[in-house]
């Protein structure tokens, strides 16, 4: 059933708690960045001195040697506080207003890898981080204007759950075939869908065990969600391995927030009081970061080092 004005008003009341859900995504963003900044010093390390230059993603022995590179660690801490900074968020605003300001991440990351690199971004690289930036916020501006927090039935959760799986499929196949020539791109736009679901996921075993409980498929929602977020970390480290932390970061605050709302909007229902004026506008606002992800691939002054 549609959700009707009752939906809207409900979603008014929740303002006060909405206002609480926002600076704790905003920390949390703070720590995605410096997380990602230290895990790329790490990973380059690593491959730097074990690697054997085919950069075709991170071996078993690599992973391994992770685990005692101290940058490493810390960055990969820091990354769980923003995880964990996201989920209290989660708990108290909807997801469309959380996961997009994740995007904060790639402002902060562009400061501060051009300053650690030493590096200048040239006018292609700030017009692509613009695009990311731009493409976002017009995105989360249209989704939030009209968008409603619904709970997540059964079937809804298993439509979600055999997306996941045939997605998780999908990306194993191509980067199993395609591996030494796949490149940051296709790592990053991986692992930024992988945890678009992972965020999806965690909005809706928070809601369905603070609403009624455990229960058998709830459970079932909680190892795929670990278990695309273990396939996501991996993407993650790859990308570190072939590009700069900001291209990382504008990768996982684009890709993700889009789709987290695309399933949000086409299988939850969230968008069903969007009008298609609206709806064409977050299309065009999502491809505009997209192409803004793409051009950052392309012109980062550390992809041509």
């Not at 030494?180 to 992972?198: E, N, P, W, Y």
């Not at 990308?239 to 939850?268: E, K, M, N, R």
Request: glycine content about 10%; some cysteine.
């Amino acid at each position: 059933m549609a959700p009707d004005v009752t939906d809207l008003a409900g979603e008014l009341l929740r303002s006060p708690l909405v206002a609480v859900g926002i600076p704790l995504a905003l920390i949390g963003a703070v720590f995605l960045s410096l997380g990602a900044q230290f895990q790329n010093r790490g990973v380059e390390k690593i491959e730097r001195r074990h690697g054997d230059g085919s950069r075709a993603g991170l071996s078993r022995r690599q992973l391994v040697r992770l685990l005692g590179r101290p940058s490493w660690l810390i960055g990969s801490v820091m990354l769980g506080i923003a995880v964990l900074f996201q989920l209290v968020s989660l708990g108290f605003a909807p997801l469309i207003v959380v996961q997009p300001i994740g995007v904060v991440a790639l402002v902060v990351t562009a400061i501060l890898n051009a300053r650690v690199a030493r590096i200048r971004l040239d006018h292609r690289a700030k017009r692509a981080i613009i695009l990311c930036v731009g493409g976002v916020a017009v995105f989360v501006v249209v989704a939030a204007l009209y968008a409603v927090d619904r709970l997540v039935d059964d079937t809804q959760l298993l439509i979600i759950l055999g997306m996941l799986g045939a997605l998780t499929l999908t990306f194993g196949i191509v980067f199993a075939v395609v591996r030494r020539r796949s490149g940051a791109l296709f790592a990053i736009l991986a692992a930024g869908v992988l945890f678009g679901f992972v965020a999806t996921l965690a909005k809706v075993v928070i809601t369905r065990i603070t609403t009624a409980g455990l229960d058998p498929l709830t459970i079932v929602a909680i190892v795929a969600l670990i278990t695309a977020a273990a396939l996501g970390g991996y993407f993650v480290q790859t990308a570190h391995q072939l590009g700069s932390p900001d291209l990382v970061i504008a990768g996982l605050t684009v890709v993700d927030p889009i789709v987290a709302v695309l399933v949000g909007a086409f299988v939850v229902g969230e968008a069903a009081l969007m009008p298609w004026p609206a709806v064409l506008l977050g299309v065009a606002a999502g491809v505009v970061a997209v192409v803004g992800v793409r051009e950052l691939a392309k012109h980062h002054p550390q992809t041509h080092r």
